[in-house]
Each structure stands twice: as C-alpha cells, then as structure tokens.
C-alpha cells in the first residue's frame, strides 16, 4: 500500500516514518495488556479482552485502510494518477510470471549468492526461535501464574518497541 501511495521521490522522507509508527505498535499494545487485560479475574477473561481488542484493531485497520482510499481517489483522482506522484508518471509494473514451488528452489539452488541468502535466513530463523523458547520457558519458571507471565511478557514487548524507536529515530538522523 504505501508504494501506491508514495512516489519514489518522497520516500525518504515517509518510509522512516512509517518504520517509526511500527515500533509504537508493540509499545500500545504491550502498555493494553499490562494496564487492562491483565488486570481480569482468570486468565480466561483476560483473553477474551485481547481478544475483543484484537477484532476492534482489525475492523478499525480495514476502515482506515477503505477511507484512506476513498480520500486518495477522491482528492487526487486514484493511487496511480500522475498528481498523486507528484507530477512523475507511474511506471506501468510487467506482469511477473509465478514460478512453481520447484522453480523457485531451481532458482534458489543455481545462484550462490542466494543460497547464501537462504542460509543466513534460515540460520537467523532457527536460532532466533530456539533462543526464544528457552528464554520463555526459563521466564515461565519465574512467573507461573498466566496472569503475571502476560503482564511481564507485555512490559517486555513496550520496552522493545521503545527501544526500536529510539534506534531508528537515532538511525534517521544520524
């Protein structure tokens, strides 16, 4: 979405923002759960607050994003006119042909540097999730009532999303 909307010559200035909106969202969310959630009776009510609040973001999200639209069509005459990229011309995209799920590993397995890609991925993946398991198990010990696992795990959460807006505040201006 935001590569309709944006035009290449404005994207500097936009995508850091949109970088720095996304690391609000574990701060907001973290700061619900530890400030109302987890706050309920039982862990079964709790659950259901997340819940109710994960439908209410999902149908506010798809509001935005239909009124969002409706002003871009409305105001500069659709997300691929000329006014919309201020004044530069969209390129026309070529349809891409899809490739089967065999074709792409022949794609992947002939080229070096992808598969040193794919390597690097999958290293990153697999010890990111081996290193998360033993961490919550190890936090899990620590708190083992759900309610107090939730509310630390949460607390967590805000101080990454913290975190990671200072560091892409710090890496845009640096």
């Known amino acids: 979405y935001a590569n309709d909307v944006v035009s290449i010559s404005q994207a500097k200035r936009f995508y850091p923002l949109f970088a720095q909106m996304s690391g609000l969202a574990p701060i907001v969310a973290g700061q619900y759960v530890v400030r109302y959630a987890s706050r309920a009776k039982d ?86 999730n081996f290193t998360d398991i033993m961490w919550k198990s190890i936090v899990k010990r620590q708190y083992p009532d759900p309610l107090d696992y939730q509310r630390f795990i ?13 560091v892409i505040f710090v890496g845009v201006h640096a």
């Not at 201020?86 to 390129?91: L, R, S």
């Not at 949460?154 to 200072?166: D, M, N, P, R, W």
């Open 43 to 128: 862990f079964g009510e709790s659950l259901h607050r997340l819940t109710w609040m994960v439908t209410f973001s999902g149908v506010m999200m798809c509001l935005f994003y239909r009124w969002s639209n409706a002003y871009i069509e409305r105001t500069e005459g659709g997300v691929n006119s000329a006014s919309a990229f201020g004044g530069e011309q969209p390129k026309n995209k070529k349809k891409k042909e899809k490739m089967s799920m065999k074709e792409s590993a022949k794609f992947l397995a002939s080229s070096e540097y992808l598969r040193l890609i794919a390597a690097l991925v999958l290293g990153y993946g697999l010890s990111i």
């Open 154 to 166: 949460s607390q967590f959460s805000s101080i990454v999303g913290f975190s990671t807006c200072i």
